[in-house]
């Protein structure tokens, strides 16, 4: 005679199934986001790579960084961008030392002050504003009021003026982010140490906050070094070098792409790709340097 045993399933705790399927979203959100990154980095990969290989014959030309294009025909190899880089340097320059200053102060204010005064909020709401406003519209705001109010003649100054409407929202942006990230109780201790509020946001805020600060403010100026619209409203092209801001046309990076782009030739090929490449570099130059100047910093303070 035999028995028959009857054995009942074994059931799977709650907890390990619970734990199961929390791995398996994770394990699932870990591949999309890693494929996002991944479609991410295709087209931008394309592009450098693109700019890289039709741009870098002119680079090593030895006279492109120390010649410009005047007396030069539209199908005239050789060549250089001196004049377009010292354009663009001056006219970033100029944006920098009037947007820096500015965003800065506005952001300490939105952050230390405003509280939810009337004032703060309007303020956030102009910020926010001038965020969303195209290149187009600030430089025919300049337009309107530089040139045609005030008489000015286009200039590579009224060019740096539209680009400080662009950086400085930016700015007060990254510095604000910057600045509400440092703990409150750095502050407070300051306060109880009788120390005024103006130079704990002085020697305790902002150095603590400064590395994300310069790379916000290197961002902001990246951003509007590449800026066509301005070049086209405020200021014309020239292909030789003038370094005065307030008067006379003045060539710059995008504005060589932009004079080359009716030029069929194989030379205004070359200066396209050339001038993109080395509009590139100069942004990651300062990219690489504002890197620097936050290691250095945090280094000091240590």
């Known amino acids: 005679m035999s028995t028959t045993t009857l054995t009942s399933p074994v059931k799977t705790p709650a907890f390990q199934r619970v734990s199961g399927r929390r791995r398996a979203k994770d394990t699932a959100a870990t591949v999309l986001v890693t494929l996002s990154v991944v479609v991410a980095l295709i087209p931008l990969a394309w592009v450098l790579i693109t700019v890289v290989a039709k741009g870098l014959p002119a680079l090593v030309s030895p006279t492109w960084f120390t010649h410009s294009l005047s007396g030069l025909t539209s199908s005239s190899m050789g060549g250089g961008v001196y004049h377009a880089l010292v354009g663009t340097l001056l006219q970033g320059l100029v944006c920098a030392i009037i947007s820096i200053p500015l965003g800065v102060f506005v952001a300490i204010y939105l952050v230390e002050y405003a509280g939810k005064s009337r004032l703060g909020r309007i303020t956030t709401f102009m910020v926010d504003i001038l965020s969303g406003v195209p290149s187009i519209v600030a430089a025919l705001f300049i337009y309107a009021l530089w040139v045609s109010t005030f008489g000015m003649p286009k ?16 700015v007060v942006r990254s510095t604000e982010e910057m600045l509400r990230i440092v703990p409150q109780d750095l502050r407070e201790a300051s306060y109880a140490l009788g120390v005024p ?106």
């Open 197 to 302: 509020k103006w130079k704990t946001i002085a020697r305790i805020v902002l150095p603590t906050s400064l590395a994300g600060i310069i790379t916000g403010i290197m961002l902001a100026l990246a951003r509007v070094m590449g800026e066509t619209a301005p070049l086209l409203i405020l200021v014309g092209y020239a292909p030789f070098i003038n370094f005065g801001l307030f008067g006379g046309e003045q060539g710059t990076l995008p504005g060589v792409m932009v004079a080359e782009m009716n030029n069929p030739t194989a030379a205004g090929s070359q200066r396209i790709w050339g001038a993109a490449l080395t509009l590139i570099l100069v942004i990651a130059i300062l990219n690489i340097a504002a890197k620097l100047i936050s290691r250095y910093s945090q280094v000091g303070k240590k």
């Open 155 to 170: 200039s590579g100054f009224a060019v740096s003026l539209s680009l400080v409407l662009l950086m400085v929202p930016v």
